[in-house]
């Protein structure tokens, strides 16, 4: 989609900010329409078809909540995002409830925040296009794309432009980002007509990896009693998944290489060579080049993978995320247990976004599913969780050995301190500096009884 055909509609009883929002969006590329009458709005709504509705939330004649509700009645895919005081934040996240995309709190502090209100909106929008083509030509089984990118939309686009070419990717990313779901999304919109093999390189003795790869001929070695084909000749027309490559024993990176640059192999034990058209896709969770600086991985190798790398950031990384993916698993793992799916409160909700998820999507999916199985029909009780603090929770746990000055707790209690004194008790802005959500920001001020 482009930025000239997303519609968005301002609707505000201030003129001056009406006129200053169009601009500032107009000037971004995107259509705009504008009114100060919330009534006159519901007109416009129904002819201009507006992708976004940026909304003041007071109005006379008409609330920004209430023509939230009959817009959505006139088509729900439109997004709402709600103008509001500070005073009156916690309307706003009623209106939140009620379907708001986001809100933005008035006067803007600068207009960078109303042009990336509007592009994550169109960015969500864009993956919701694409979910549903997906659902009906490709992935039965996936999860939407709306919920495998959440907030990846960057990472969506770098899978889109090389899927359909038959070039080498490299996945990069910690344990549990889901870089096997993201290497079978691969496989599906490259339309290939063979099958989806995988292999978990740390997972294979080294002294099997290579009949696993390339298959054996009967009496090859002891206990090879049959000939059995290798997952490059299962891959014929697909795609071979070598997870966890940097595990892979030496010796078999050498013959992994010449199936690369040459596409050739032949089974242990035998004579015939063997050619293969499998799509190659490696995963990492290890930094390659300090392997081979270790003498662990081959220099050549790594250029022959790494074509098109794709980094797959952490679940720490990426929080706002992580209430869809709540939704998601909740939806799911209710309906495989046969539980109803429960309301999930905000507090509970601000706990899981305060977390930093080192186990990432994976462990998020294990707590939600223990949750549900714990839990009487209709509730949900979170199981305890370590709240950690800092940017990267492996470097936390990294420097643990070295010294710890104070309790975590209270190093974050000081950060939130210093970031609210530095704004003015301006909540949103110290979510925006300490890099949390503004959920996340509320939980920890009630968490440890601060009254700002």
């Known amino acids: 989609m482009e930025k000239e055909n997303f519609r968005i509609l301002i609707v505000d009883d201030e003129k001056p900010l009406v006129t200053l929002f169009s601009r500032i969006l107009k000037k971004e590329g995107y259509s705009v329409k ?4 919330p009534l006159n709005a519901l007109k416009i709504f129904e002819e201009f078809s507006p992708n976004l509705v940026v909304s003041d939330l007071k109005m006379p004649e008409m609330s920004g909540l209430e023509l939230l509700k009959e817009c959505k009645k006139l088509n729900s895919a439109a997004d709402f995002i709600i103008l509001t005081a500070y005073a009156t934040v916690e309307n706003a996240v009623e209106a939140m409830k009620s379907g708001a995309f986001d809100y933005l709190i008035k006067p803007l502090k600068h207009p960078d925040e109303l042009r990336m209100a509007a592009s994550r909106v169109m960015e969500r929008q864009m993956l919701k296009g694409s979910s549903e083509l997906w659902r009906e030509q490709l992935a039965e089984g996936l999860p939407p794309v709306e919920v495998v990118f959440c907030g990846m939309e960057d990472v969506w686009r770098e899978i889109q432009q090389v899927a359909n070419t038959d070039a080498t990717v490299l996945l990069h990313g910690e344990s549990g980002t889901g870089k096997s779901l993201i290497a079978k999304v691969i496989h ?3 339309g290939r007509q063979g099958g989806f093999v995988e292999l978990n390189c740390a997972a294979i003795p080294e002294n099997l990896i290579e009949s696993e790869l390339f298959g054996h001929e009967r009496g090859a070695f002891t206990g090879a009693v049959n000939t059995r084909q290798g997952k490059f000749e299962l891959a ?10 940097g595990e892979m024993p030496m010796p078999s990176q050498s013959k992994l290489l010449r199936v690369l640059q040459e596409r050739a192999f032949e089974r242990v034990g035998g004579a015939v060579t063997l050619t293969t058209n499998a799509r190659i896709i490696a995963a990492t969770n290890q ?15 790594y250029y022959r993978l790494n074509v098109f790398p794709v980094t797959i950031p952490p679940l720490r990384n990426r929080k706002d995320s992580i209430p869809v993916l709540v939704s998601y698993f909740v939806k799911v793992i209710s309906s495989k247990i046969g539980k109803t799916p429960p309301d999930i409160s905000d507090d509970v909700m601000a706990q899981l976004e305060a977390y930093q998820w080192p186990g990432n999507i994976r462990e998020l999916h294990n707590v939600i599913e223990r949750a549900l199985i714990l839990s009487r029909e209709g509730e ?11 940017e990267d929770a492996q470097a936390d746990a990294d420097r643990q050995h070295e010294f710890v000055p104070k309790p975590l707790e209270e190093l974050e209690r000081e950060a939130i301190e210093a970031t609210l004194k ?4 301006h909540r949103r802005k110290a979510a925006e500096l300490l890099g949390i959500s503004l959920r996340s920001l509320q939980y920890k001020i009630k968490n440890y009884k601060m009254n700002k």
């Open 236 to 245: 014929q027309d697909g795609t071979i998944f070598l997870d966890e490559i």
């Open 34 to 37: 504008t009114t100060t009458n």
């Open 422 to 425: 530095k704004t003015g008790g």
């Open 287 to 301: 930094d390659l080049e300090k392997r081979i600086s270790e003498k662990k991985f081959r220099e050549d190798l």
């Open 188 to 190: 599906h919109l490259s």
């Open 380 to 390: 949900f009780n979170l199981p305890s969780l370590t709240v950690c603090s800092g």
